[in-house]
């Protein structure tokens, strides 16, 4: 039987149905891969932008290796001039200590022998064997040991001199910083001690003016031992027999101070003339002076001489 034209119609739209669901999943990987083709398109190009960099820093880094092998091939030119100029020195001072070697040698053996007619120039001058390198190199080396061990303690003391400085100004401005609180203080125990003098003047003014009028025992002491020796000086310069005390310093003992008063170590010696006769006068005036010589010290005899 054949089929009707509903059943054909019916076929159809299944089959267009069928259709549009396999164009709908077509279309749905097409998206889903489009989106897999951006992100890989992403990915790309961040990892050409990391080569390029790379590239780049890596001709950077092959332009300083080139710069650095430069300044190494620069560097060992100069340490080869320095070795040859090492050398050069090394030759020079070689050769300056042979000629002070020969002239100590020479200046020894012109003091040795003695003096002749020929001129000690005229002498041909002693043969020596050139130092080795190997002490020349040592004598260089003690004394760049030397120059570093002076630029060290140079150095050390500068840092000592500096911090010691920068010690000193922090005590400086510590200091600063009190000198307001001990002004005020100051101020203050000084009026302190101000009102207290005021307070016990008033309370003792009539005792304490007495007092201030009164010389010290010490002042009162001195002034009567300053007159003693004055009028001992006075008595002294008068004193026809001066010539004698003069003569007789050396003889006399060391004189003690107790109390600002003077006393003799030995105890007194009578003076023999002191009788009324008065022996030895002449012209109306002893040979021995009581009032030249009554000063507390011990005063030799005089001998007149005729």
Do not use: C
């Not at 509903?6 to 489009?34: C, M, P």
């Not at 004698?244 to 003992?253: D, E, I, N, S």
């Not at 030995?266 to 009324?276: E, G, I």
């Amino acid at each position: 039987m054949p089929p009707s034209t509903r059943d054909v119609i019916q076929e159809l739209r299944d089959e267009l149905k069928d259709a549009n669901t396999a164009l709908n999943k077509a279309r749905g990987e097409r998206d889903r891969f489009e989106n897999l083709n951006e992100q890989l398109q992403k990915l790309l190009s961040a990892a050409n932008n990391t080569i390029a960099d790379q590239r780049a820093e890596l001709v950077e880094v092959r332009e300083e290796r080139e710069r650095h092998k430069e300044e190494v091939l620069q560097a060992k030119e100069d340490y080869e001039a320095l070795l040859a100029s090492q050398e050069t020195w090394i030759e020079k001072y070689t050769e300056i200590q042979d000629q002070y070697d020969g002239l100590v040698s020479r200046y020894s053996s012109s003091i040795s022998t003695p003096p002749s007619s020929n001129s000690p120039l005229s002498s041909p001058l002693p043969d020596r064997s050139k130092l080795s390198r190997s002490s020349s190199k040592k004598n260089l080396r003690e004394h760049r040991e030397t120059h570093e061990h002076r630029e060290n303690r140079e150095h050390r003391e500068h840092r000592e001199h500096r911090e010691h400085r920068d010690r000193d100004r922090r005590d400086d401005r510590g200091r600063g910083r009190d000198r307001p609180e001990k002004e005020k203080r100051e101020v203050k125990e000084s009026k302190a001690q101000k009102a207290e003098k005021e307070r016990l003047s008033k309370r003792f003014g009539s005792h304490a003016n007495s007092e201030e009028k009164r010389p010290p025992t010490s002042a009162r002491r001195n002034s009567v031992v300053d007159t003693k020796r004055s009028s001992h000086s006075r008595s002294t310069s008068t004193n026809p027999n001066n010539r004698y005390t003069v003569q007789h310093l050396h003889a006399q003992p060391l004189v003690t101070t107790q109390h600002g008063y003077s006393h003799p170590n030995v105890p007194r010696t009578p003076n023999p003339l002191s009788s009324p006769t008065r022996a030895y006068s002449s012209g109306g005036s002893t040979a021995y002076d009581d009032e030249g010589h009554e000063d507390g010290n011990y005063h030799a005899y005089p001998i007149s001489r005729s």
